[in-house]
């Protein structure tokens, strides 16, 4: 792609020099005999092209643009793969998330009390699965992102050629795919075990067959909002351990901190009220009312963009060393 935008710039170019040379020719300041009669000819057959040049050569320009953005993608996930903290975290949780169920199990099984089901155990503690997310993110932001600052590689990477916005952008997804497979451990796995054991029953009477796909669904988007801040933090600290201790600080605090200035400060409740902090809690709701599907969507992609923009702010003005 890169020679044929060369070759539209080549004849644009030729272009324009035939068309000031037919221009001198016509006014008399040329003499016929100084022209090209071989540049003509080109000239003529490329007087069409113009027009159109400019055109494709942003087209071009543009889709050179996706494929380096692609490239950069691929190599996220291509360390997000090769990464041991990520695949240490997802056996950590899986574990977890197999043991947890087994304690409800076995205490029910000597009390004599019914059993979960898969779909009651489901909606019961998926809202439990935000504590995974917290710290999912808080300790994938200190070893994918941090590490590459300790390490060099994201001075290398900066002086690649690629613009920083760029360089983020790729980062800030490769980290919250991460970020969204650590999220989806815990209900999986827990609801596939306590289905194994003891069936998979009915969802709550006031849910839909869509309840499942919803509250997964959610889950990735919500855990995608958790990872941008997560990556603002990463950028503006750069030390994996800072990183992981005060976004794990942040994200257990900032719902009591909220909520308590909100009890006397009416902004801050509605702040609160408005944010993914608070929303993430309506994720596991039987039935979400059709009026608050929209906050339910904005909020968190509102945040996406504002951490995005923030954490390219700081990575651009940041000094790596």
Not at 15 to 44: C, T
Not at 62 to 75: D, H, K
Not at 267 to 280: A, C, E, Q
């Amino acid at each position: 792609m890169e020679h044929v935008a060369s070759r539209f710039d080549a004849a644009t170019t030729d272009f324009e020099v035939m068309q000031d040379g037919a221009i001198k020719l016509y006014n008399g300041i040329e003499h016929p005999s100084k022209i090209s009669s071989a540049l003509l000819r080109r000239a003529w057959k490329l007087r069409g092209l113009r027009p159109w040049g400019m055109t494709w050569k942003v087209i071009l320009q543009s889709g050179l643009e996706v494929i380096r953005m692609f490239n950069l993608i691929r190599a996220e996930f291509f360390k997000l793969h090769k990464n041991r903290s990520f695949w240490t975290l997802l056996v950590a949780l899986a574990v977890v998330s197999l043991a947890y169920p087994l304690l409800y199990y076995f205490d029910h099984r000597s009390s004599g009390e019914p059993q979960f089901t898969g779909a009651q155990f489901l909606s019961t503690f998926i809202a439990s699965n935000v504590y995974a997310i917290k710290f999912g993110v808080a300790v994938l932001a200190g070893f994918f992102i941090c590490n590459e600052y300790a390490a060099g590689i994201m001075k290398t990477i900066a002086s690649s050629g690629n613009t920083r916005g760029r360089l983020f952008a790729a980062k800030l997804i490769g980290f919250a795919v991460g970020s969204m497979v650590v999220s989806l451990v815990f209900p999986i796995v827990s609801t596939v075990e306590v289905t194994l054991l003891s069936g998979f029953g009915h969802l709550p009477a006031e849910s839909s067959e869509f309840f499942i796909p919803r509250v997964l669904g959610l889950t990735l988007l919500y855990t995608a909002a958790y990872a941008a801040i997560g990556a603002m933090f990463a950028v503006i600290l750069t030390d994996s351990g800072k990183t992981i201790g005060v976004s794990i600080i942040f994200f257990l605090m900032i719902d009591i901190v909220l909520a308590g200035i909100g009890s006397k400060v009416e902004f801050f409740r509605k702040l609160y009220d408005d944010s993914i902090f608070k929303l993430v809690g309506d994720i596991s709701k039987p039935s979400i009312d059709s009026g608050d599907w929209p906050e339910l969507l904005l909020v968190p992609l509102l945040t996406i963009a504002l951490c995005a923009m923030l954490g390219i702010f700081v990575f651009r003005r940041k000094d790596i060393k």
